[in-house]
C-alpha cells in the first residue's frame, strides 16, 4: 500500500467482525449468540495476554450493540454506518475507551458514574471499555463495584486486563468472564499467509513458522514481526531474513547444545554460549530456544500426537530421531530446570512447559522416584551388603533405629523398642507407599538372604544405585529397545 501515513499491519489488520478474530472461537461465538438472544450482559470481563484481540473484541461488541443498520443488536455489525465507521475508529462518542493504567483514583470511576447515567446521545447502549483494569486502585475498585452492581440500563462494562490475578473476586463475580487464549501456531501462520498474499509479499513456509514461533502465541507480535521484515526485505521474506532479524538460533546449535549435554562436554557448551553472544543475539531470547526445543523433544518422547509439537513435518522427524538419545526422565529434568531458568522472564512458555513436565511425570507416575524410596532402598542395599560379608549369619537386626552402642547380645530388641522401631518404620512406609514399588525387605525386622540376593537382581535397585553414582537413569521406564 502506498499510503503516505503508513498503518503499521497490525492497526490495518485489526478484525472489523467476529468471524475475522482468529483463534477465539469459544468467544465470539457466545458474544454473538447472546446478542442474538438479546440476553446482555452489563458487565464483561475480558481477560488474556497482549495483543490477542481483547479491544479489537470489545470495539466489535460495541458495534453489535449499536450498528443502526437494524433496529435492534445485531451479532452481523453492518461495518459502514455512522456508528460502526466511528467505533472502529475509537472516535465514537457513545463508546469510551478509558486506560484503567492512568485513570485509576477513586475520582476517576466517580466521574465514570456520574457520566454513565446519562443516556447514550446517538445509540443504544454506552459502551465503557476498561483496559488494564488491574490497575485501578482499591478504593477505585469499590467505587466501581456499586455501579457494576446496579448499572442504568443503557450500560455496559467490557473490563480489560492482562493480570486476571489482580482483580478483586468482588469485581470478577459481577462480570461475564472470557478467558482469551494465545493464538495457535497454525492458526497464526494462516493469519500471516493471508496477510502476505493481500500485501503482496512473498514469504516461505520456513520463514513463517519462524515468524509465528516467535510471536509465542501473540497475534499482534506476530503482525509486528512481519511488519519489521517487510521493512528489512521488502517483498520476498526467508527463512534467512528472519533469522538475521530475529536472531533465531539455529536448528545446528540446539543439535550441538543436545550433544553437549549428553557427552557432557563443557568446552562446547561454553562454546555455544560465547558464540551466541558474540553474535550480539539476546541469551534470555536463546534459552527460550532451548527450552522450547527440550520441550518438543518431551511431547516426541511422551508419545503425544503430532499436531501438539507445532512443528514443520520436517523439523519432527529429526527431532524424533533426536529424542531418541534422551530418555524420558531426562527430558523432563531438562525442560523443568530450563523452564525454571527462564521463568525469570515470566514467559508463557517457561510457565506452560513447567506444567506440562510436571503432568508428564505425573501421568506416568513410575517415574517418581521420591528420595524417600530411594534412600529406602539404598538402606536396604546396605544392610543386604553387609548381610552378605558377614562370615556368620548377623543377630536380628532392628531396621529403623541404629543398633545401640555394640552391646554384643544376641537377643531381640526389649519390646517397647521394638514396638518404637515398628512404628518408625510404619511412618516411613507411610512416607514412600506414593512410589509403585513398595520394598518388602524394608518392612521386616531381619535381612534375609534370599531376599537381598533379589533385591540385588532388582533391575530397579541397580538403576538406583546408579542414580548415586550420578548417572542420570530412569527409574521404571520400559526398557528401550534401539535396534
Ligand atoms: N484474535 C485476533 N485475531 C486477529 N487479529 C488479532 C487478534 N488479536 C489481536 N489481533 C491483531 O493485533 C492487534 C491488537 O489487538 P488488540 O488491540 O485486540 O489486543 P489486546 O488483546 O487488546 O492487547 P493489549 O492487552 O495490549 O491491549 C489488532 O489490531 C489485530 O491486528
Ligand atoms: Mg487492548
Ligand atoms: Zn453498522
Not at 114 to 138: A, C, F, G, T
Not at 219 to 225: F, G, K, L, W
Not at 281 to 295: C, G, M, N, S, V
Not at 458 to 481: A, C, L, M, N, T
Request: net charge negative.
Amino acid at each position: 500500500m502506498a499510503d503516505d501515513h503508513y498503518l503499521v499491519l497490525a492497526r490495518r489488520w485489526r478484525p472489523q467482525t467476529f468471524d475475522d478474530v482468529v483463534g477465539q472461537n469459544h468467544i465470539t461465538r457466545t458474544l454473538q449468540n447472546a446478542v442474538r438472544a438479546g440476553r446482555i450482559s452489563h458487565a464483561f470481563l475480558f481477560i488474556g495476554s497482549r495483543g490477542i484481540g481483547k479491544t479489537t473484541s470489545a470495539r466489535i461488541l460495541a458495534k453489535c450493540l449499536n450498528c443502526t443498520s437494524t433496529d435492534k443488536p445485531t451479532p452481523e455489525p453492518c461495518g459502514t454506518c455512522e456508528n460502526c465507521v466511528s467505533i472502529a475508529a475509537g472516535s465514537n462518542i457513545d463508546v469510551i475507551e478509558i486506560d484503567g493504567a492512568s485513570n485509576n483514583s477513586v475520582e476517576d470511576v466517580r466521574q465514570i458514574r456520574e457520566n454513565v447515567r446519562m443516556v447514550p446521545s446517538r445509540s443504544r447502549y454506552k459502551v465503557y471499555v476498561i483496559d488494564e483494569v488491574h490497575q485501578l486502585s482499591i478504593a477505585a475498585f469499590n467505587a466501581l463495584l456499586k455501579t457494576l452492581e446496579e448499572p442504568p440500563p443503557h450500560a455496559v462494562f467490557i473490563l480489560a486486563t492482562t493480570e486476571a490475578h489482580k482483580i478483586p473476586a468482588t469485581i470478577i463475580s459481577r462480570c461475564q468472564r472470557f478467558d482469551f487464549r494465545r493464538v495457535g501456531i497454525n492458526d497464526l501462520m494462516a493469519l500471516l499467509r493471508k496477510i502476505c498474499d493481500a500485501e503482496g509479499v512473498a514469504c516461505s513456509d520456513e520463514a513463517l513458522h519462524a515468524i509465528a514461533r516467535a510471536a509465542d502465541g501473540g497475534v499482534r507480535d506476530a503482525e509486528s514481526i512481519l511488519d519489521q521484515l517487510v521493512s528489512y526485505c521488502d517483498k520476498e521474506i526467508t527463512f534467512k531474513d528472519v533469522y538475521d532479524v530475529l536472531g533465531l538460533v539455529e536448528w545446528q546449535v540446539l543439535h550441538s547444545l543436545c550433544e553437549g549435554l549428553r557427552q557432557h562436554d563443557v568446552a562446547v557448551l561454553l562454546r555455544i554460549v560465547e558464540d551466541v553472544v558474540a553474535s550480539g543475539k539476546d541469551l534470555a531470547e536463546f534459552t527460550q530456544e532451548i527450552l522450547r526445543h527440550f520441550r518438543n523433544l518431551l511431547v516426541i518422547k511422551s508419545g503425544a500426537p503430532e499436531d501438539l509439537l507445532s512443528l514443520p513435518e520436517t523439523e519432527v522427524k529429526e527431532m524424533t530421531r533426536s529424542a531418541e538419545s534422551f530418555t524420558l526422565t531426562e527430558l523432563i529434568r531438562l525442560v523443568e530446570q530450563f523452564a525454571e531458568l527462564t521463568s525469570g522472564l515470566e514467559s508463557q512458555l517457561a510457565q506452560r512447559t513447567a506444567l506440562e513436565a510436571l503432568l508428564i511425570r505425573l501421568a506416568k507416575r513410575t517415574l517418581d522416584v521420591s528420595l524417600d524410596s530411594v534412600l529406602e532402598k539404598l538402606a536396604m542395599l546396605r544392610e543386604g551388603a553387609m548381610a552378605q560379608d558377614a562370615p556368620t549369619p548377623l543377630p536380628a537386626r532392628k531396621r529403623a533405629a541404629p543398633p545401640p552402642p555394640e552391646k554384643k547380645s544376641p537377643v531381640a530388641p526389649s519390646a517397647p523398642k521394638k514396638a518404637k522401631a515398628k512404628a518408625k518404620a510404619k511412618a516411613r512406609g507411610a512416607k514412600t507407599s506414593r512410589t509403585d514399588t513398595p520394598a518388602p525387605a524394608a518392612q521386616s525386622e531381619t535381612v534375609d538372604p534370599s531376599e537381598v540376593k533379589a533385591a540385588l537382581e532388582d533391575p530397579h535397585i541397580s538403576q538406583v544405585v546408579d542414580v548415586f553414582k550420578g548417572r542420570i537413569v530412569d527409574i521404571h521406564e520400559e526398557p528401550e529397545h534401539n535396534d
